[in-house]
């Protein structure tokens, strides 16, 4: 028996698989950090070739087989490549995508994380942000990641209504704080 799940996703890595097929690291709303096999996407005129890209946000369709993931369909892409090509913006993402590989289970759904991500992805596409801005807003999402992941005592609603917040020295500092202690 299988299932199909619709979700939204951010493509993050992809390798090929087999002559034809790829498998993909997605970070779904619904599903969380899962691995997804796209067959025959390599074939000349396949329709999700141009669709399922890295480095873009999707909704999609993934059915779910006994021990397979399978994508097939993509309705939308945002590509979020651009940022890639701003250093202090690409360091940042990637600080932040590790993190979240590193510290979030597969298969578990975490909506208000993938929000958060999905978010700071959107923050790190406006044009003209400084570097002191893109480093606020890694240091913002960090500490509201790992308040929901429960290392840092709040509530949900403090999270997003707390003074400290908007303390880009404070949060700065905890977010150090909590991952010294995380990793010791």
């Given at each position: 028996m299988y299932e199909i799940i619709h979700t939204k996703a951010i493509?993050?890595?992809?390798?090929?698989?087999?002559?034809?097929?790829?498998?993909?690291?997605?970070?779904?709303?619904?599903?969380?950090?899962?691995?997804?096999?796209?067959?025959?996407?390599?074939?000349?005129?396949?329709?999700?070739?141009?669709?399922?890209?890295?480095?873009?946000?999707?909704?999609?369709?993934i059915v779910l087989g006994k021990s397979t993931k399978k994508?097939?369909?993509?309705?939308?892409?945002?590509?979020?490549?651009?940022?890639?090509?701003?250093?202090?913006?690409?360091?940042?993402?990637?600080?932040?995508?590790?993190?979240?590989?590193?510290?979030?289970?597969?298969?578990?759904?975490v909506r208000d994380i993938y929000g958060l991500f999905s978010l700071f992805i959107y923050e790190l596409q406006i044009q003209d942000i400084s570097p002191e801005q893109i480093a606020e807003f890694e240091v913002r999402t960090l500490y509201k990641i790992l308040a929901l992941l429960g290392y840092i005592d709040t509530t949900y609603h403090d999270l997003f209504d707390r003074e400290e917040i908007h303390d880009y020295t404070t949060l700065y500092t905890t977010v150090n704080k909590v991952l010294r202690e995380i990793h010791t």
């Open positions: 493509v993050l890595l992809d390798r090929v698989e087999r002559e034809y097929d790829k498998t993909f690291f997605l970070f779904t709303e619904e599903l969380g950090l899962i691995s997804v096999t796209a067959t025959s996407i390599l074939k000349p005129g396949a329709k999700l070739t141009s669709m399922l890209q890295p480095y873009s946000i999707i909704s999609c369709d994508i097939t369909t993509v309705i939308e892409k945002i590509s979020f490549e651009s940022i890639l090509r701003n250093p202090a913006k690409k360091q940042s993402f990637l600080a932040v995508f590790n993190f979240i590989v590193h510290m979030i289970p597969r298969n578990t759904a």
